[in-house]
């Protein structure tokens, strides 16, 4: 009986896997993870988050607020699997709209292990602005070197600060919906709030 020729296997030899990075990222020696600001509500409870998934639809589009207020939202990111350092200056944008009345975010990084929260950045303010309509804010944010254990997170504190007289409003959709009052596309700005946050790269 004739047995069955067996085929001789090939087994792949397995190399370190080597991330590949544009030239900007290794010249400054970091690299830049974007996450978008968006919000839940779960039975009635809103919560603010961090995601890397810009095809979501937030709860919201917007945080839209009559008359003078402030208020301050915590964006929080999902705890990290894998230790990272943050390096470098974020940049942050979202879109800002407005009748009457003047709107002024500040906003802040921030390192959160356990109970534990550091600030990782100054609190850093737009231009407090006073013309009605739309626009796109952009803040630029210097980091602290901030190493981010298995288990910490990445806090982004957003406060808003209106003058009575007015409707404001700022956005946080990921998807960039236009909001129901005033930042659209047509008035030349969106909801997504975006923050391009720097890690260092381990080459």
Not at 10 to 24: E, G, L, P, R
Not at 62 to 83: M, R, Y
Not at 154 to 160: D, F, N, W
Not at 188 to 196: E, R
Request: no cysteine.
């Amino acid at each position: 009986m004739v047995q069955p020729k067996t085929l001789p296997q090939q087994v792949q030899a397995q190399s370190n896997s080597i991330a590949t990075y544009d030239y900007t990222d290794i010249a400054d020696g970091t690299g830049v993870r974007i996450f978008y600001g968006a919000n839940t509500n779960i039975g009635g409870t809103n919560d603010y988050i961090l995601t890397t998934d810009a095809s979501i639809y937030s709860s919201s589009r917007a945080w839209e607020v009559d008359g003078a207020t402030s208020t301050s939202f915590d964006f929080d990111l999902s705890p990290f699997n894998t230790p990272l350092t943050a390096k470098g200056t974020a940049i942050f944008s979202t879109g800002l709209g407005r009748v009457g009345g003047s709107i002024k975010l500040t906003v802040t990084l921030n390192h959160v292990r356990g109970a534990t929260v550091t600030a990782i950045t100054s609190a850093i303010d737009t231009i407090t602005w006073g013309t009605s309509g739309a626009i796109m804010a952009l803040i630029t944010l210097p980091i602290t070197e901030q190493r981010f254990q298995i288990g910490d997170f990445l806090r982004m504190t957003v406060l808003m600060t209106s003058t009575s007289g007015g409707f404001v409003e700022f956005g946080f959709d990921p998807i960039g919906r236009d909001s129901t009052r005033g930042i659209t596309a047509a008035n030349g700005a969106t909801t997504t709030m975006k923050l391009n946050m720097p890690f260092r790269i381990d080459l």
